[in-house]
């Protein structure tokens, strides 16, 4: 089984919609990071968490939130998602810098 | 303004010549360093890092590359290319004043790989 959880793999949704991914681990590791991918732009982050009572915002998270429900549970939410939202999203954790991926959410949105 | 740069958006190489992709970052202080790599339809592999220390890195899939404080360079490079090799290629930057760890990635190169 992967280290580094994320479900739904695909999705398609409607303008509006709101979408909620999520993302579970097993490495124990405190430090958890989401990214959304655009060809051409790498990878973007969108927020991320030290621990359980610790969010960040990172360079791109408006149109975003996170809840982070436990040590090794990270969901993003798209409260009213919208078409340029439509990306391969990435969910990260680390220990001591290094990212251990996801296998990413592709989400369109129509 | 800080950033890393990935110059090459698409390289094509053939099987079994060599292969350099450039990265260069803007940063004061010498950042944590990394190569991340990515198959289509998968996530990101951790291909090599850097730290500190020798400024050659080993990594994994033969993939090795050279950190240059005065180019503020971290080129990867391999000696042959497979054509498993073929993927796209992140450079990654840790900035030592970045609270959090959050890693910068450059825009990506992909390769392709020529029989």
């Known amino acids: 089984d992967a280290d580094v959880t994320q479900t739904p793999r695909n999705r398609i949704t409607k303008t509006g919609k709101r979408i909620m991914l999520e993302c579970s681990q097993t490495?124990?590791?405190?430090?958890m990071y989401w990214y959304r991918q655009d060809p051409g732009l790498g990878l973007r982050l969108i927020y991320y968490?030290?621990?359980?009572?610790?969010?960040n915002k990172g360079e791109i998270s408006d149109g975003y939130s996170v809840s982070r429900q436990a040590q090794a549970k990270f969901s993003l939410s798209l409260e009213s998602a919208i078409p340029n939202q439509t990306a391969l999203y990435f969910c990260?954790?680390?220990?001591?810098?290094?990212?251990?991926f996801g296998e990413g959410s592709r989400l369109t949105v129509l | 303004a800080q950033s890393v740069t990935q110059p090459d958006i698409h390289i094509t190489v053939s099987e079994g010549a060599s292969l350099e992709l450039r990265c260069n970052y803007s940063?004061?202080?010498?950042?944590?360093l990394f190569w991340y790599v990515q198959s289509p339809g998968q996530g990101l592999q951790l291909l090599l890092k850097?730290?500190?220390?020798?400024?050659l890195v080993q990594g994994i899939k033969g993939f090795e590359a050279e950190f240059k404080r005065s180019q503020s360079s971290f080129n990867l490079r391999k000696p042959s290319v497979h054509w498993s090799d073929a993927a796209e290629y992140f450079c990654?930057?840790?900035?030592?004043?970045?609270?959090?760890?959050?890693?910068?990635f450059g825009q990506g190169t992909e390769l392709s790989v020529k029989p």
């Open positions: 968490s030290f621990d359980v009572k610790d969010i």
């Open positions: 850097y730290f500190s220390g020798d400024t």
């Open positions: 490495k124990g590791h405190d430090r």
């Open positions: 940063y004061g202080a010498t950042p944590y």
């Open positions: 990654a930057v840790v900035p030592l004043n970045n609270q959090g760890g959050k890693l910068i």
């Open positions: 990260a954790t680390s220990l001591t810098g290094e990212l251990f």
